[in-house]
């Protein structure tokens, strides 16, 4: 009988849900927008996974979870961070991936993948909304437009624009602005999104550039946001055909690895991986943010080698 795994990635905004086989080919995959993490975002995506891949939960040889919401995920064998998932799934997805940009509606993240495809470092946005799919939603607002239309607006601009804030809250006051001074949405467009860009390339530049460049995320759906952060990086960006679901890909095949008995990502790149200080429990303290000032630096190994410990309880 064949194995099969499942990898549950619960982010802020949507649930994804990925079932392989025992060679680690893509047997099903789902994403399930919700709104907010929620037991029925995710419960929504599992069951449509399972009904694609004709299979029951009982069938499932090993279940993971990942993401914001992984310890709402019921029922599962084991959790890892999204950190580790995503450069798993990158490495299975595009052999050969030096540096993942990952841009989804509540967080951003630069992940450095090393030749074996295991992490080597990472910085992490999961305190402002600055530089995720949130920053579009309130562009999309401010312009009185649907998340669809923003592409062609962006890539039509020609000027670019002074867009001073970086929070969310505020750019939309001074979109309004720009607005109210005559100003084009298409150059509003773009000139927000240059600037989301530039505060991905602020990630980077904690992790160090390297190319290939893969994006994953809801936001690598975007055109205009694959084509200013290329234009911004002075480098090709590759995306996935599904960009949505490496992390959950990532968890099924680390699933997999764990039923073979192979060495996971986590236990040989633990010493290698860093965090944003605000991503835990030290607090948002961020300098590169137009409210708050702070630094990136290595995270302390006993403290992180705690919290892997805890991904690993089911």
Not at 79 to 92: D, L
Not at 261 to 280: F, I, L, P, W, Y
Not at 293 to 303: A, S
Request: charged content about 20%.
């Amino acid at each position: 009988m064949s194995l099969h795994t499942m990898g549950v990635d619960l982010g802020s905004t949507t649930a994804k849900a990925v079932v392989v086989d025992e060679g680690g080919e893509i047997v099903a995959h789902r994403v399930v927008q919700m709104g907010a993490v929620s037991r029925r975002g995710v419960t929504a995506a599992i069951e449509a996974v399972l009904d694609a891949a004709r299979l029951e939960r009982r069938d499932l040889d090993h279940v993971v979870a990942t993401g914001y919401g992984r310890r709402l995920v019921p029922d599962v064998d084991r959790t890892f961070t999204e950190i580790t998932c995503h450069a798993r799934g990158v490495a299975a997805m595009c052999p050969g991936a030096a540096l993942v940009i990952d841009i989804g509606g509540q967080d951003s993240k630069a992940i450095r993948v090393d030749s074996a495809g295991l992490v080597d470092t990472f910085a992490m946005n999961d305190r402002c909304a600055s530089g995720t799919g949130r920053f579009f939603d309130v562009l999309a607002r401010a312009l009185e437009c649907e998340l669809t239309d923003l592409d062609d607006l962006a890539l039509t601009g020609t000027h670019d624009l002074e867009v001073s804030s970086m929070c969310a809250t505020f750019a939309e006051t001074e979109i309004i602005s720009l607005l109210a001074e005559g100003a084009p949405p298409t150059d509003i467009a773009a000139s927000v999104h240059r600037a989301v860009c530039s505060r991905t390339i602020g990630l980077v530049s904690q992790v160090g550039r390297a190319t290939p460049v893969i994006m994953t995320g809801g936001v690598a759906r975007s055109r205009a946001a694959v084509r200013f952060l290329s234009e911004a990086l002075r480098a090709p960006v590759q995306v996935p055909s599904e960009p949505q679901i490496s992390g959950a890909y990532g968890a099924a095949l680390l699933g997999l690895e764990a039923l073979r008995g192979q060495a996971t990502v986590v236990g040989q790149a633990v010493d290698r991986e860093h965090v944003h200080t605000g991503s835990r429990a030290t607090g948002h303290d961020c300098t590169r943010c137009s409210v708050g000032g702070g630094t990136y630096r290595p995270v302390d190994v006993e403290l992180w080698t705690s919290s892997i410990a805890a991904d690993r309880r089911p």
